[in-house]
Every structure is written in C-alpha cells, then in structure tokens.
C-alpha cells in the first residue's frame, strides 16, 4: 500500500506561482509510476502532468504545457509541482497520482493509489 499526502496549495493571484508537494511512503518511490490531476467544481478530474513509464520522461496536459514543471526526488519520496503564470482556470483541487504499472499516464484508470488532495484558487 503506498500513501500519499499533497502539500503546497493555497490561493494566490493570477500570474503568480505555487509549488505542490507529494509525499509517498510505503512503497519503493523510484518504482512508481507518478502524475498530478486536478479537478475543478463541477467537471471530472483531469490530467495535469505526469512522468511516462518505463521512460520517466514528463508528459504534459495542453492546458498546462510550458507554464508547469513535474520533478522528483527519490531521495526524499516526493514528486513536485511548479505551476507558474498561474490562471483562474487552474483553480481545483489537485491531487497526486501514484501506479505500479501505469501504461497510459493520463487518465485516472492508470493509477493504483491517490492523495487527499489540495486546493489551488487563482484570482483574478
């Protein structure tokens, strides 16, 4: 079982930048697949970024290519999110993703195991 706990929401003003944060723990960090959704009031949950597997190489959703970066440090378990030139269409709640096996990394399916999420509100 691998638990996860997201930190580094809050609310900030449009253009401005946040730093998410997942914690994982009780699995070997560096064999897990990891990814970041999001989900806005009223939609499904979408994808954000993620690291491919097998490849580890970052994969980005359009609507935040060039404007967020996925990272992690196995040393600590944590993957990470810089969300830069932030807009009010990013307020959610975003939650962090973690798979054994996740062949495609872009939809919830892919994931075995999820985080409580954190709140992201952009203002305008």
């Known amino acids: 079982q691998v638990q996860l706990v997201e930190s580094g929401g809050g609310l900030v003003q449009a253009g401005g930048s946040l730093r998410l944060s997942c914690a994982a723990s009780?699995?070997?960090?560096?064999?897990?697949?990891m990814g970041w959704f999001r989900q806005a009031p009223g939609k499904e949950r979408e994808f954000a970024a993620a690291?491919?597997?097998?490849?580890?190489?970052?994969y980005y959703a359009d609507s935040v290519k060039g404007r967020f970066t996925i990272s992690r440090d196995n040393a600590k378990n944590t993957v990470y999110l810089q969300m830069n030139s932030l807009k009010p269409e990013d307020t959610a709640v975003y939650y962090c993703a973690a798979g054994d096996r996740s062949v495609v990394v872009s939809i919830p399916g892919g994931y075995d195991y999820w985080g409580q999420g954190t709140q992201v509100t952009v203002s305008s």
């Open positions: 009780g699995r070997t960090f560096n064999s897990l697949t």
């Open positions: 690291f491919r597997w097998r490849t580890d190489s970052p």
